[in-house]
């Protein structure tokens, strides 16, 4: 089977070294470069700048947006100033007409979270796609990462939507197996704690810390 765009992407993520959700960071990849076309690319598209002018931007997207551009310090901040201060500009005026905001009530959302509200739905759907071919299951099977349960259960209703119990048997076994390893190291962690203990704590023990933090992320 020929794997779309985003299918391809995330096996690729799969072969790659990866020990956290998969899902969860091509989903992070995808928002921001939605964002960053948006904030740079789009400042000349009127529906856009419409759109967004009173609306806000949640804690999510502004971590993301703050720290894709700590890692691409090639783009240069203009775009996102000539909107921050045509959103700035704009509600500060409302502000002044109606000091209850009433013009903000349709879009006082974060505006990112509508945009991308389909997001989470296609990623899944390309996920499970890849993990139901053979070669996107094995290549799961052989890496560190671990589904985090959220998008796990969202795996699990889309092959229910698809009445594909095959993948259920399949993709379930897989994942309980790297929850058991997390826990495992995690108890390794946690033991290596007690007084008496002279056994250095590995790598991986370590990480595991971080990746149980992860697989129990709310998306
Ligand atoms: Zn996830
Ligand atoms: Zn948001």
């Given at each position: 089977?020929?794997?779309?765009?985003?299918?391809?992407?995330?096996?690729?993520?799969?072969?790659?070294?990866?020990?956290?959700?998969?899902?969860c960071?091509?989903?992070?990849?995808?928002?921001k470069?939605?964002?960053?076309?948006?904030?740079?690319?789009?400042?000349?598209?009127?529906?856009?700048?419409?759109?967004?002018?009173?609306?806000?931007i949640?804690?999510?997207?502004?971590?993301?947006?703050?720290?894709?551009?700590?890692?691409?310090?090639?783009?240069?901040?203009?775009?996102?100033?000539?909107?921050?201060?045509?959103?700035?500009?704009?509600?500060?005026?409302?502000m002044?007409?109606?000091?209850?905001?009433?013009k903000r009530?349709?879009?006082?959302?974060?505006?990112?979270?509508?945009?991308?509200?389909?997001?989470?739905?296609?990623?899944?759907?390309?996920?499970?796609?890849v993990?139901?071919?053979?070669?996107?299951?094995?290549?799961?099977?052989?890496?560190?990462?671990?589904?985090?349960?959220?998008?796990?259960?969202?795996?699990?209703?889309?092959?229910?939507?698809?009445?594909?119990?095959?993948?259920?048997?399949?993709?379930?076994?897989?994942?309980?197996?790297?929850?058991?390893?997390?826990?495992?190291?995690?108890?390794?962690?946690?033991?290596?704690?007690?007084?008496?203990?002279?056994?250095?704590?590995?790598?991986?023990?370590?990480?595991?810390?971080?990746?149980?933090?992860q697989?129990?992320?709310?998306?």
């Open positions: 089977m020929a794997f779309s765009q985003s299918e391809h992407d995330f096996f690729e993520l799969l072969k790659g070294d990866i020990n956290g959700c998969p899902i960071s091509l989903e992070e990849e995808r928002v470069r939605s964002m960053k076309v948006l904030l740079y690319e789009s400042i000349t598209k009127r529906q856009f700048r419409k759109d967004i002018r009173f609306s806000r949640c804690r999510k997207h502004y971590d993301m947006f703050n720290q894709s551009v700590k890692e691409d310090l090639t783009v240069a901040g203009l775009g996102p100033a000539i909107i921050f201060w045509d959103m700035i500009k704009s509600q500060s005026e409302e002044d007409k109606n000091p209850l905001f009433k009530q349709k879009s006082q959302d974060c505006y990112f979270c509508s945009y991308l509200e389909t997001l989470p739905e296609r990623i899944t759907q390309s996920a499970y796609n993990l139901k071919d053979p070669k996107g299951t094995k290549s799961f099977k052989d890496t560190q990462a671990v589904v985090c349960f959220d998008h796990f259960e969202r795996l699990l209703k889309v092959a229910g939507k698809n009445k594909d119990k095959a993948f259920i048997h399949t993709i379930q076994p897989i994942q309980k197996a790297k929850l058991e390893r997390l826990t495992d190291q995690l108890r390794q962690f946690i033991d290596k704690h007690d007084y008496a203990n002279h056994v250095k704590i590995t790598q991986e023990e370590a990480l595991s810390l971080k990746i149980a933090f697989t129990l992320l709310k998306i």
